[in-house]
C-alpha cells in the first residue's frame, strides 16, 4: 500500500465518523426512528488487496468510534467486525471467473453495478440484522425489529449507491 | 507447544474475530449505568464540543417555541410564588421550606438526545466544572428527565427515563402509593409503573409524581399521568401504562437538581446496613 492510499484511507476514516455521528446520526426515519449507516462504505471500499487481519482491527476501530459518539457501547463495532470477517468469504464468492484485476477497487465503476450492489446489500443486510439484534436482545417483536432493518438497509443503500456516482466515481 | 503455534498461525483470522467479538459484545452486556466511563460516551470533551456547535445551529429553528415553554413555565412559577407569599404572611412559622433548601438547581442546554434506541442517553453542557456531580437528578420544564451517569470536565451523560436499564422510584399523587417506573415500550411517550398494589383506586388520568425517596429527586416532580392500567393476577399489582409529561423529542433546557445533604443520607444509610 503507497502512503498516498494509505493517507487517503486514514482520511476517510476520519470524515465517515465526523458525518456518520454528526449528521446521519441526527436523522430519524419512521416512526421508529431508524438511522441510515453510512460509516460502512468504509469496509466496503477498504482495497481487494487488504489484509484480512487488518480489516477486522480496522473495522472494530471504526465501529468503537462510533460507539462512543453515539453512546451504544459495543453494538456498531460488534457488526462492524462481523461484516469485515465475512468479507473476504463474499468477496471470493462474487468473484469473476478471472479474478479481481489488479488496481481496481470494490466500486461500481471498476466492477460494475449489478456486482457491487450484490456485494454491498449483503453487507449492509447482515450489519443491520446483527445491530438491532443486538440492541433490542428480545426487546423488540420480530416484525418490529424486521421493519427497522428493511428501512434502515433500504435508504443506507440509496445513499451509499448516491456515493459511488459522486464521491467515489474513480 | 510447537502445534499450538501452528494452530494460532493457522486459524489468526478466527482467533481474532472472535477476540474483537467478545470485547465488543461484553461491552454490549456490561454497559452497567454505575461504570459508565466518560471518555467512552458522547460526553467526552471532543464529542461535546462539536454536538454542542451544531446544537447552537439548531437551537436558531426551535427558538420561537422554546420561548413559548419558558414563559409559561415563568408564569406558573409565578404563580406559585404568589401564593407561597401569602402563605407564608398567615403562618408564623417557614417549616415547609425545609425541604426544598436541601436542593439546589442548575440550569444546562442539551447538545445530544436520543430517543428510539433501547438505551437511551442524553450529554447536557455543564460539567465537573459547573458542580455537577454523579447522581444528580435532571428534569424538564415539564417533569423528570433522567439522572447523571457520568461527567467530564464541561459535560455530562445523563441516564433518559427512556432507558430499559433505568428504573424510578414513583407514586400516585392522590394515594401516595408507591411503585417502580421503568420504561419497557420502546416508546418515548409511555413507560410502566410496576409494584402498586392491586388493592389501591387508581383511574386513567391520575397524575404520577417522583416518590422522594431517593436521595436524588425531591419529592412531587411530575412523571406522567396514568394512559391505561391492568390488573396482573398473578402477583396482585398493577401494570400501569404512564405517559409522561415530558416531550422528550423537543428537549432543550433541562435543570439539575443536586441533593446538598446526599452524603449526609447516604452516610448514614450505609453506617446502618453495615451495622445490622
Known amino acids: 500500500m503507497s502512503i498516498n492510499v494509505l493517507a487517503r484511507n486514514i482520511g476517510r476514516f476520519l470524515i465517515l465518523v465526523l458525518i456518520q455521528v454528526f449528521i446521519f446520526n441526527n436523522i430519524h426515519l419512521t416512526s421508529y426512528g431508524v438511522v441510515p449507516v453510512v460509516y460502512i462504505l468504509y469496509i466496503i471500499l477498504l482495497p481487494f488487496e487488504t489484509p484480512k487481519w487488518i480489516v477486522l482491527l480496522l473495522a472494530f476501530f471504526l465501529g468503537f468510534s462510533i460507539d462512543i459518539f453515539s453512546d451504544t457501547l459495543g453494538l456498531n463495532a460488534a457488526s462492524s467486525v462481523l461484516i469485515a470477517f465475512i468479507r473476504p468469504g463474499l468477496l471470493n464468492y462474487l468473484a469473476p471467473r478471472t479474478g479481481y484485476e489488479i488496481g481496481s477497487f470494490p466500486r461500481i465503476y471498476y466492477q460494475g453495478a449489478n456486482w457491487f450492489l450484490k456485494y454491498s446489500i449483503s453487507l449492509v443486510l447482515i450489519h443491520q440484522v446483527s445491530y438491532y439484534l443486538l440492541e433490542s436482545f428480545g426487546f423488540d417483536n420480530f416484525w418490529v425489529l424486521l421493519y427497522k432493518v428493511f428501512i434502515a438497509s433500504l435508504i443506507s443503500m440509496i445513499l451509499i449507491v448516491i456515493s459511488q456516482y459522486t464521491i467515489f466515481r474513480k | ?276
Not at chain 2, 71 to 78: D, G, I, V, Y
Not at chain 2, 112 to 126: G, H
Request: with cysteine.
Open chain 2, 1 to 276: 507447544m510447537k502445534t499450538l503455534i501452528n494452530v494460532i498461525i493457522r486459524f489468526h483470522l478466527v482467533i481474532l474475530f472472535l477476540i474483537l467479538e467478545i470485547i465488543s459484545i461484553s461491552m454490549v452486556v456490561s454497559d452497567d449505568l454505575e461504570k459508565k466511563k466518560v471518555v467512552f460516551s458522547s460526553a467526552n470533551s471532543i464529542s461535546g464540543y462539536f454536538n454542542k456547535k451544531i446544537n447552537t445551529w439548531l437551537a436558531y429553528f426551535t427558538l420561537a417555541q422554546e420561548n413559548e415553554v419558558l414563559r409559561n413555565e415563568n408564569l406558573a412559577l409565578r404563580n406559585r410564588l404568589n401564593k407561597l407569599q401569602a402563605l407564608s404572611k398567615n403562618s408564623e412559622r417557614d417549616t415547609f421550606l425545609i425541604d426544598s433548601v436541601k436542593y439546589s438547581y442548575l440550569s444546562a442546554t442539551v447538545v445530544n438526545n436520543s430517543i428510539y434506541k433501547a438505551q437511551n442517553f442524553i450529554t447536557i453542557d455543564k460539567g465537573k466544572a459547573d458542580g455537577i456531580k454523579i447522581d444528580c437528578g435532571v428534569i424538564g420544564t415539564d417533569g423528570v428527565v433522567g439522572v447523571v451517569v457520568a461527567v467530564s470536565e464541561h459535560y455530562a451523560l445523563v441516564v433518559s427515563l427512556l432507558n430499559s436499564r433505568f428504573g424510578l422510584s414513583a407514586k400516585i399523587k392522590n394515594s401516595n402509593h408507591f411503585g417502580s417506573l421503568y420504561w419497557t415500550k420502546n416508546d418515548y411517550r409511555y413507560a410502566t409503573l410496576e409494584e402498586v398494589p392491586n388493592h389501591v383506586k387508581i383511574s386513567k388520568g391520575d397524575s404520577i409524581v417522583t416518590s422522594g425517596f431517593s436521595a436524588i429527586f425531591p419529592a412531587g416532580i411530575p412523571i406522567g399521568t396514568i394512559e391505561d392500567f391492568r390488573t396482573n393476577v398473578s402477583n396482585n399489582f398493577y401494570e400501569i401504562d404512564v405517559k409522561l409529561s415530558t416531550d422528550f423529542k423537543s428537549l432543550y433546557y433541562v435543570y439539575v437538581i443536586d441533593n446538598t445533604m446526599r452524603d449526609e443520607l447516604l452516610l448514614l444509610e450505609n453506617s446502618v446496613s453495615n451495622e445490622y
